[in-house]
Every structure is written in structure tokens, then in C-alpha cells.
């Protein structure tokens, strides 16, 4: 796999759309911090350490719906392998006027757009959620 941040995402959108309750993904520290954003946020009810059927340790995330609808309304990956972004804390765009957030991958580790603005860091934008 090239891209495991993108099968996260992927997974996620997959599920919410579906209307799944949990979705089991392969665990790493940077799909962990993501999330840790996206429940600090209210986009997912929470998460979890797991294990599958051969012993490796998994991210249970527990999605979430708002009367039946999918809390997580939109989700995109903004910088790929190919294609890497990277922004300043003055640059880094709002997404739908502010509806939304940014996850920034900065020297402070993982941080929404606010949060870079405010601490003044700036990093690679690895997605967006609305």
C-alpha cells in the first residue's frame, strides 16, 4: 500500500456512507492523532485499540450519526505522495468559510487549521473535513 493515511480516509468515508457503526483500520501513531482530531471535532463518537484475527493491532473507530445521518459529511485527501501541500499559518485555507477543518501535519505534530493559526505553525495539509 502507497498511501495508508488515504485508505484511513477512504475507510472512514466508506463507512459513514454505508452507515457502518465501527470501522477497523491498520493502527499508526499519525491515524491515531487524526483520530483524535476528528472525535475532539465531533466528526466520529470515538476510538479504539484493537487486534485482528492474526494478532496486529488495529484503530477501532466508532462512527457517528445525527438522526441517521453521517456526522462526517465530506472528507478529502488534500496532499498525496505525488503531490505533497504545504502551507505557511497565514496560508493554509478555511474550508467552507470556516464549516470545516484542515488537518495539518506540522513540527508540533498534528494540529485542525485553528489551532496552526493560532500557535502560528504551518506544515503539510494532509486533509480536509466538512
Given amino acids: 500500500m502507497t498511501d495508508p493515511i488515504s485508505d484511513f480516509l477512504t475507510r472512514l468515508r466508506n463507512a459513514s456512507k454505508a452507515r457502518i457503526l465501527e470501522?477497523?483500520?491498520?493502527h499508526s501513531k499519525i491515524k491515531e492523532g487524526l483520530a483524535e482530531i476528528l472525535r475532539s471535532e465531533g466528526f466520529i463518537s470515538g476510538?479504539?485499540?484493537?487486534?485482528?484475527?492474526?494478532?496486529?493491532?488495529?484503530?477501532?473507530?466508532?462512527?457517528?450519526?445525527?438522526?441517521?445521518?453521517?456526522?462526517?459529511?465530506?472528507l478529502n485527501r488534500a496532499s498525496t505522495p505525488g503531490r505533497r501541500l504545504y502551507f505557511g499559518y497565514n496560508d493554509i485555507p478555511r474550508v467552507l468559510n470556516g464549516l470545516g477543518?484542515?488537518?495539518?501535519?506540522t513540527s508540533k505534530g498534528l494540529m485542525k487549521d485553528a489551532d496552526c493559526r493560532r500557535n502560528?505553525?504551518?506544515?503539510?495539509?494532509i486533509c480536509n473535513v466538512w
Fill in 23 to 26: 470501522c477497523h483500520v491498520p
Fill in 47 to 74: 476510538y479504539s485499540e484493537g487486534a485482528d484475527e492474526l494478532g496486529h493491532k488495529t484503530l477501532v473507530v466508532k462512527m457517528k450519526y445525527v438522526d441517521g445521518t453521517p456526522a462526517i459529511s465530506g
Fill in 120 to 125: 502560528k505553525a504551518g506544515g503539510e495539509l
Fill in 101 to 105: 477543518i484542515s488537518i495539518i501535519s
